[in-house]
């Protein structure tokens, strides 16, 4: 049984909706991409509702969004993005506060580790991966699409496996691939919203450590190396795509007095 969990409210969700506001409903906020995304987006003056399926790690994103400076609304819902009643309550609580204006499907699964090859890929597991991967991010869309702002902007997190072939990563990247496919039917049915499709490199991250158990990853960048860059990508809105990040951000100029979040300096 699911239980719902909405936490950490404030007295601006007495509020009634406003459509002024900048929503963004974030899964899989409890750690590594989402949690540090959560807090770009709480700087940047976003209100929030965060998803995960772990209530401890959750309520630590929220104090975490708290700590840094963020003064807008923050909901956590806790739960599993494949429960139907879970993506129910999230689209609850969204539109408690107002139009969401930022969907942003990040929850996510490796599936086993070490990674299989193909060959020994149970096709239950597959078909977790798939579920998780592909099937929630696209009934999350569908149970906030009533809420959704009219120029909504929808990132789902992709990877560079769903564009490239290498043992082990099949399943995972076959997900990917119908995640990356989904994102741009999406986007050719709704022209009126920015449909993304966003590969944010090789992080350090407990997923990615999953994938080389035993190696280590400590060369890799931190989750929160990339997402300013991953928040400027969508107050930018650029036409819907499918983005590898780096490359987005080394083509974005800053506006004077953004700062740069890679070290390029802003021409005064």
């Given at each position: 049984m699911t239980t719902r969990h909405a936490t950490h409210t404030d007295d601006t969700d007495a509020a009634p909706?406003?459509?002024?506001?900048?929503?963004a409903v974030v899964t899989g906020a409890s750690r590594g991409l989402g949690r540090a995304l959560a807090g770009a987006l709480g700087r940047a003056g976003w209100d929030l509702v965060l998803d995960a399926r772990t209530e401890g790690d959750l309520l630590a994103t929220v104090d975490e969004v708290r700590r840094s400076g963020s003064t807008g609304t923050v909901?956590?819902?806790v739960g599993d993005v494949t429960d139907a009643d879970h993506?129910?309550?999230?689209?609850?609580?969204?539109?408690?506060?107002?139009p969401v204006a930022l969907l942003v499907n990040n929850a996510s699964t490796l599936?086993?580790?070490?990674?299989?090859?193909?060959?020994?890929?149970?096709?239950?597991?597959?078909?977790?991966?798939?579920?998780?991967?592909t099937v929630a991010p696209l009934a999350m869309f569908q149970a906030l699409a009533p809420h959704l702002a009219p120029d909504a902007t929808v990132v789902n997190v992709t990877s560079d496996a769903?564009?490239?072939a290498w043992e082990g990563w099949g399943g995972y990247g076959l997900s990917k691939a119908a995640l990356d496919h989904l994102s741009a039917v999406l986007a050719v049915e709704h022209p009126d919203l920015a449909v993304?499709?966003?590969?944010p490199g090789d992080l350090r991250t407990a997923m990615h450590q999953a994938a080389y158990p035993g190696e280590d990853i400590s060369d890799r960048p931190l989750p929160e190396a990339v997402v300013d860059d991953l928040v400027a990508l969508v107050e930018a809105r650029p036409p819907s795509g499918r983005h590898r990040l780096a490359d987005w951000a080394a083509t974005h100029e800053p506006s004077p007095g953004e700062a740069p979040t890679d070290g390029r300096e802003v021409a005064a």
């Open positions: 909706p406003d459509p002024e506001r900048r929503l909901r956590a819902v993506r129910r309550w999230l689209a609850e609580t969204a539109a408690e506060i107002g599936g086993p580790s070490p990674l299989p090859r193909l060959v020994d890929l149970a096709p239950g597991e597959l078909a977790e991966l798939l579920e998780v991967n769903s564009v490239g993304h499709a966003i590969d």
